[in-house]
């Protein structure tokens, strides 16, 4: 069962920036989970919301703000918000990195500078899961480009997430730790999907998904997983 750090490492130091993400790769992780919006100026930074407000000292949209403008805010611990760039620097392709298309039209931006570090350095496509609530992103990744994993993202069940999986001819579908039951893994595992748990935090569950054979967790606490 692979451990993926939710945000970073969430847990422990504030989601989405550079210090979370370091801090997971401290501990002995397969992956960090991120989410990407495009800002104003066109560039995708790494941040959960659709707005400033509950992470930041900012407030209003991401969308609203430039590049120049969003480095301007701060977390309540000091840090700013990165940019995918950033974050695929840091990162440097010791380990898979969960790309979630927050927001809007975000997947051909996504790719167009993922593929240029596959291109220029020692990233991989096997590198790389593309996941999405939004399904139509998904179908924008798979038509820009075969050669890339996306994940399912499903807030419901993994049976009523299937359907789509199968038209993507998606890697993986991705339930929440609350909806899950074991006939589910086994269902989506027939079916050759992988199963990306989130967010699995307490050490019960987690060691009842590891007997349940589900491959993957992701977790705001990299460290105690």
Same mark, same amino acid.
């Given at each position: 069962?692979?451990? $993926?750090?939710?945000? *970073? ?21 397969? *992956? ?12 995708? @930074? ?11 000292? *900012?407030?209003?949209? @991401? ?5 120049? !403008?969003?480095?301007? &805010?701060?977390?309540? !611990?000091? &840090? $700013?918000? /990165?940019?995918?760039? !950033? ?10 990195? #969960? ?11 996504? =790719? ?15 590198? $790389?899961?593309?996941? +999405? ?5 998904? &179908?924008?990744?798979? #038509? +820009? +480009? ?16 299937? /359907? ?6 998606? &890697? ?11 006939? %589910?893994?086994? =269902?989506?595992? %027939? ?17 009842? =998904? ?13 460290? $105690?997983?």
């Amino acid at each position: 069962m692979k451990i $993926f750090g939710h945000r *970073g490492a969430a847990g422990l130091v504030a989601e989405n920036t550079l210090a979370s993400i370091a801090e997971a790769l401290i501990h002995p992780i397969d *992956g960090i989970e991120i989410d990407v919006h495009c800002c104003k100026s066109g560039e995708l @930074v790494v941040i959960h919301d659709e707005t400033l407000d509950r992470t930041t000292d *900012g407030h209003g949209k @991401v969308t609203d703000y430039t590049l120049q !403008e969003l480095k301007q &805010f701060k977390t309540v !611990e000091g &840090f $700013f918000i /990165p940019t995918l760039d !950033e974050v695929l620097r840091l990162v440097d392709a010791r380990c898979t990195l #969960n790309i979630e298309l927050k927001g809007k039209d975000t997947a051909l931006p996504t =790719l167009k500078i993922v593929e240029e570090y596959i291109e220029k350095t020692d990233w991989d496509y096997d590198h $790389f899961i593309i996941s +999405s609530f939004d399904h139509s992103q998904l &179908f924008d990744v798979k #038509n +820009s +480009s075969s050669k890339f994993k996306v994940g399912v993202l499903t807030e419901e069940n993994i049976t009523k997430a299937l /359907p789509v999986a199968k038209k993507l001819k998606a &890697f993986s579908i991705h339930p929440p730790i609350l909806t899950l039951t074991k006939d %589910e893994v086994i =269902l989506a595992q %027939e079916y050759g999907y992988k199963v990306y748990v989130w967010t699995v935090n307490k050490e019960m569950m987690i060691r009842k =998904l590891k007997k349940w054979n589900v491959d993957a967790i992701i977790t705001d606490f990299p460290n $105690f997983a």
